[in-house]
Protein backbone atom coordinates (compact mmCIF):
# COMPACT_ATOMS: atom_id res chain seq x y z
CA UNK A 1 0.00 0.00 0.00
CA UNK A 2 1.62 3.83 -0.90
CA UNK A 3 1.61 5.94 2.08
CA UNK A 4 0.46 8.45 0.02
CA UNK A 5 -3.32 7.10 -0.17
CA UNK A 6 -2.61 7.44 3.78
CA UNK A 7 -3.06 11.63 3.86
CA UNK A 8 0.47 11.57 5.15
CA UNK A 9 -0.90 9.27 8.28
CA UNK A 10 0.54 5.96 8.44
CA UNK A 11 -0.30 2.50 10.74
CA UNK A 12 2.00 -0.60 10.19
CA UNK A 13 -1.20 -2.86 10.06
CA UNK A 14 -1.88 -0.85 6.69
CA UNK A 15 1.05 -1.98 4.72
CA UNK A 16 -0.57 -4.73 3.15
CA UNK A 17 -4.00 -4.42 3.96
CA UNK A 18 -5.12 -4.55 0.72
CA UNK A 19 -8.94 -3.89 1.07
CA UNK A 20 -8.50 -0.94 2.79
CA UNK A 21 -6.09 0.31 -0.67
CA UNK A 22 -8.94 -0.76 -2.66
CA UNK A 23 -11.78 1.34 -0.78
CA UNK A 24 -9.86 4.27 -0.77
CA UNK A 25 -9.32 4.73 2.60
CA UNK A 26 -7.52 7.54 4.42
CA UNK A 27 -6.59 8.18 7.75
CA UNK A 28 -7.31 11.53 8.78
CA UNK A 29 -6.28 11.05 12.94
CA UNK A 30 -4.45 8.27 15.04
CA UNK A 31 -3.81 8.11 18.80
CA UNK A 32 -3.96 5.73 21.07
CA UNK A 33 -7.57 4.27 21.46
CA UNK A 34 -8.62 6.19 18.40
CA UNK A 35 -8.51 6.51 14.61
CA UNK A 36 -10.53 8.80 12.64
CA UNK A 37 -10.81 7.56 8.69
CA UNK A 38 -12.37 8.47 5.44
CA UNK A 39 -13.27 7.52 1.89
CA UNK A 40 -15.44 8.11 -0.79
CA UNK A 41 -18.46 6.25 -2.03
CA UNK A 42 -17.97 4.74 -5.51
CA UNK A 43 -20.29 2.94 -7.76
CA UNK A 44 -18.72 -0.78 -7.16
CA UNK A 45 -19.86 0.07 -3.24
CA UNK A 46 -23.54 0.30 -4.30
CA UNK A 47 -26.13 -2.54 -3.89
CA UNK A 48 -29.23 -2.73 -5.83
CA UNK A 49 -31.09 -0.20 -4.51
CA UNK A 50 -28.18 2.41 -5.72
CA UNK A 51 -27.24 2.69 -1.80
CA UNK A 52 -23.85 2.22 0.12
CA UNK A 53 -23.41 -1.89 0.54
CA UNK A 54 -23.80 -2.85 3.94
CA UNK A 55 -20.88 -4.97 3.43
CA UNK A 56 -18.88 -2.26 2.30
CA UNK A 57 -20.20 0.14 5.73
CA UNK A 58 -18.90 -2.53 7.76
CA UNK A 59 -15.66 -3.11 6.42
CA UNK A 60 -14.78 0.46 6.63
CA UNK A 61 -15.40 0.73 10.24
CA UNK A 62 -13.53 -2.60 11.30
CA UNK A 63 -11.16 -0.74 9.38
CA UNK A 64 -11.36 1.64 12.24
CA UNK A 65 -11.64 -0.73 14.42
CA UNK A 66 -8.80 -2.01 13.44
CA UNK A 67 -6.51 1.06 13.57
CA UNK A 68 -7.99 1.96 16.94
CA UNK A 69 -7.31 -1.27 18.53
CA UNK A 70 -3.33 -1.64 17.92
CA UNK A 71 -0.73 0.93 18.66
CA UNK A 72 1.01 2.79 15.71
CA UNK A 73 4.21 2.50 17.74
CA UNK A 74 4.31 -0.87 19.91
CA UNK A 75 6.10 -0.70 22.99
CA UNK A 76 8.08 -3.22 24.43
CA UNK A 77 6.96 -6.54 24.85
CA UNK A 78 4.17 -5.59 22.16
CA UNK A 79 5.38 -6.80 19.23
CA UNK A 80 4.41 -10.18 19.69
CA UNK A 81 0.84 -9.65 19.64
CA UNK A 82 -1.84 -8.21 17.76
CA UNK A 83 -5.42 -7.15 18.74
CA UNK A 84 -8.34 -8.70 16.54
CA UNK A 85 -11.97 -8.43 16.79
CA UNK A 86 -13.22 -10.80 19.34
CA UNK A 87 -17.13 -9.71 17.94
CA UNK A 88 -19.07 -6.83 16.40
CA UNK A 89 -22.30 -5.69 15.74
CA UNK A 90 -23.43 -2.55 13.45
CA UNK A 91 -26.81 -1.19 13.58
CA UNK A 92 -27.26 0.82 10.19
CA UNK A 93 -29.49 4.10 10.57
CA UNK A 94 -29.75 5.98 7.80
CA UNK A 95 -28.64 4.86 3.89
CA UNK A 96 -25.56 6.72 2.12
CA UNK A 97 -25.00 7.31 -1.43
CA UNK A 98 -22.79 7.47 -4.56
CA UNK A 99 -19.99 9.97 -4.16
CA UNK A 100 -20.83 10.67 -0.46
CA UNK A 101 -17.75 10.85 1.51
CA UNK A 102 -17.93 9.03 4.84
CA UNK A 103 -15.99 9.16 7.95
CA UNK A 104 -15.73 6.76 10.98
CA UNK A 105 -14.14 8.06 14.32
CA UNK A 106 -13.44 4.90 16.64
CA UNK A 107 -12.74 5.64 20.49
CA UNK A 108 -12.04 3.11 22.86
CA UNK A 109 -14.23 2.62 25.87
CA UNK A 110 -13.05 0.31 28.23
CA UNK A 111 -9.96 -2.02 28.60
CA UNK A 112 -9.31 -4.76 30.36
CA UNK A 113 -6.19 -7.34 30.36
CA UNK A 114 -6.24 -8.98 26.55
CA UNK A 115 -10.12 -7.52 26.23
CA UNK A 116 -11.31 -4.19 24.72
CA UNK A 117 -14.30 -2.20 23.87
CA UNK A 118 -14.84 0.11 20.79
CA UNK A 119 -17.57 2.20 19.61
CA UNK A 120 -16.99 3.46 16.02
CA UNK A 121 -19.59 5.77 14.73
CA UNK A 122 -19.83 6.11 10.90
CA UNK A 123 -21.17 9.28 9.14
CA UNK A 124 -22.02 10.37 6.10
CA UNK A 125 -21.73 13.99 4.24
CA UNK A 126 -21.71 15.22 0.07
CA UNK A 127 -18.84 17.00 -0.29
CA UNK A 128 -19.82 18.95 -3.08
CA UNK A 129 -22.92 20.35 -1.86
CA UNK A 130 -22.46 24.14 -0.83
CA UNK A 131 -21.88 24.50 2.54
CA UNK A 132 -20.86 20.54 2.96
CA UNK A 133 -20.02 19.89 6.90
CA UNK A 134 -16.56 18.63 5.83
CA UNK A 135 -15.80 22.16 4.85
CA UNK A 136 -16.39 23.11 8.52
CA UNK A 137 -14.59 19.99 9.42
CA UNK A 138 -17.66 17.92 10.45
CA UNK A 139 -18.02 14.59 9.43
CA UNK A 140 -22.32 14.98 8.43
CA UNK A 141 -24.73 13.21 9.58
CA UNK A 142 -24.74 9.57 11.42
CA UNK A 143 -25.62 6.95 9.29
CA UNK A 144 -24.70 3.75 11.33
CA UNK A 145 -23.24 2.90 14.73
CA UNK A 146 -20.64 0.04 15.03
CA UNK A 147 -19.40 -1.78 18.33
CA UNK A 148 -16.33 -4.01 18.46
CA UNK A 149 -14.99 -6.41 21.08
CA UNK A 150 -11.54 -6.78 20.96
CA UNK A 151 -9.23 -9.57 21.98
CA UNK A 152 -5.11 -9.42 22.05
CA UNK A 153 -3.29 -12.52 21.12
CA UNK A 154 -0.38 -13.74 19.90
CA UNK A 155 1.48 -12.96 16.45
CA UNK A 156 1.82 -15.75 14.47
Given at each position: ?44 MLNGFGMAHGGMIFAFADT ?83 RGRSRTIPKK
Open positions: MTEAALSGVTHPILENDYASEWMGIDVIALTDGHATIRMTLRQEAFALACNPVNPGPGDEGSITVAAGVDINFLKPAYRGQVITAVADRRSSAGRSGLYDIQIFAADAAEPNSPLDAGQPGELIAEF
